[in-house]
């Protein structure tokens, strides 16, 4: 087997000093070219788990390792060049064009006084092409709907040119249409051969979009494997503590409640 | 080439135009402010004049010169400085004034010139130590308090610090020696540029170009700092670092201008809003175009109050009457965004 793109070797991981720990435990790898999805209750440690990834949080101890070396061995620009996130919402103080958002996703390439020049611009203006935002590009981003501003944070991250994709419940907030054109999307670029990491709340998006899926509750990893030995009415009904019931239509799973 | 690509580049060059423009603007007009003033009339000294008059010229070059020099660096200094508070603390109703820092830097002032001596490196350093002493308290004290929004919490805790300081100055004057001591204190709280010379403009330009000169690098980075800190984390940014290194060159400036001018408000407030109106949110251009009205600005209210009254106005009261006025129009014209 190659080695793994990320790889979490028995983690804890608490916020406070001598408070709750929130993982516990947690091996996990990470294989590239894959999509794995981590499904779990609120609290269950995802989005903390994206922050570890990402070297905003520390493991209090295990390790996590980027590509075979330990995240510390890293600078911080080369993980920014490594992994790009796509929050779940982000605080836009200001009324920066679209364009000029998207650019920040530059940063990681430039020296640490270096301005964005016309080769960051191409890339920014692609990136926000393949969102299908182009045409948006000179508007205030503090204008558009929540689904578009969605679409201007993945193509901030694409414009980071990242190998691996950290999403954090990258459909929460958005309506039908939204999500299916943000998934769409999201399939085009796993297809590609992008490597990505996401937490989600609902289990038609990891279905949709992963071939891995991790079932996580009470910072522990339940249940991970391929998507269709891992999404079963069993695992999910014990994940969630209520019954739940996974049904094939179409070869695919559907997972009623 | 496609659509997306041209379009950013013309914009930044059309964007870059009004910049040169307002460069030349400032010149002109620091030009023009050189030969405004009260002296032979309470009108234009002329260029003929000015050649012949030996008493005109030690006029423009021992006082006129290094007052207005002083004049653009308080007006750039302020403004770089509320603009880099506003989008670090991803606040636009922050200024210096309204964090504690400038306040501060009127107690470390006063404080200085009361105990320690009126050198003019003392005051200066005491004004910086203080002004950063403000800025951290209020920092903390919005951290801390319970209610409201950061927003909310950040221009409260502002308030309270700066509070703290004006009591804690009103105490200064009242054990002051009022033949001596009084009178200096008070200057503080006005504001003004009559006693600036030479020797008190290069006490302070040395670290206000460097500060501004940090700052203005650091513009781009600015709009990274801005950011969430998990965001700005992913993209690279050590936020705590940086922001730490914009934040020390702004107060910096600040509390060396304040050291010379006394308090001077709004212009750290109003300043950047027009200049982000004007040239949209991205620092790359709206640092620069701050910068340059701020001493614009700075420039027209000193004119202003050399010129009004036949005595000289305290150019803080200007500012603060200006930029009020400003304020409350930008207010009803368009709505201030705030957000969190």
Known sequence: MSTPLLAFDRVHFGYQPDGRMVLRDLSLEIQPGTVTAILGPNGAGKTTLLHLALG?????????????????????????????LVPQSERI??????????LLGRAPHLAPLEMPGVADCRIAAQALES??????DGRAITTLSGGERQLVLLARALAQQPRLLLL?????????GNKARLLGLLQGLAAQGVTMLLTTHEPQVAAALASRLVLMREGQVRHHGPLEQVLTSEHLSATYGVPVRVIQVDGKQVVWL | MNRSVVLPARAARIAEHPLAWMTGLLILVFALSLLVGRYPGPTLLSLDRLASDEMAQRLVWNLRLPR??????????LSAAGMVLQMIFGNPLVEPGFLGVS????????FSIIFLGNAAWLVQGMAALFAFLGLTFSYILARRARLGGWVLRLVLAGIAVSALFSAGVGALKYVADPLHQLPEITFWLLGG???????????????VLLALFVMYRMRWRLNLLSLDDTTAFSLGVAPGQERALVLTAAVGATAAVVSVSGMVGWIGLVVPHLARRCFGADARRALPAAMLIGGLFALLCDDAARTLLAGEIPIGILTSFVGALFFIAMMVTKNIQVQR
């Open chain 1, 56 to 84: 905003w949080l520390s493991p209090r101890t295990g390790k996590v390792f980027l590509n075979g070396c330990p995240l510390g061995s890293y600078s911080r620009r080369a993980l920014g060049q490594w992994m790009a």
């Open chain 1, 93 to 102: 103080p200001f009324e920066y064009s679209v364009l000029e958002y998207v």
């Open chain 1, 131 to 136: 969102v299908g935002l182009d045409r948006l």
């Open chain 1, 168 to 176: 954090d419940e990258p459909t929460a907030h958005l309506d039908l």
């Open chain 2, 68 to 77: 207005l020099l002083t004049a653009v660096l308080l007006g750039m200094s």
């Open chain 2, 103 to 110: 306040q501060g830097a009127a107690f470390g002032a006063a």
């Open chain 2, 193 to 207: 540029l009559w006693s600036i010379t030479w020797t008190q403009l290069q006490t302070i330009a040395p670290v």
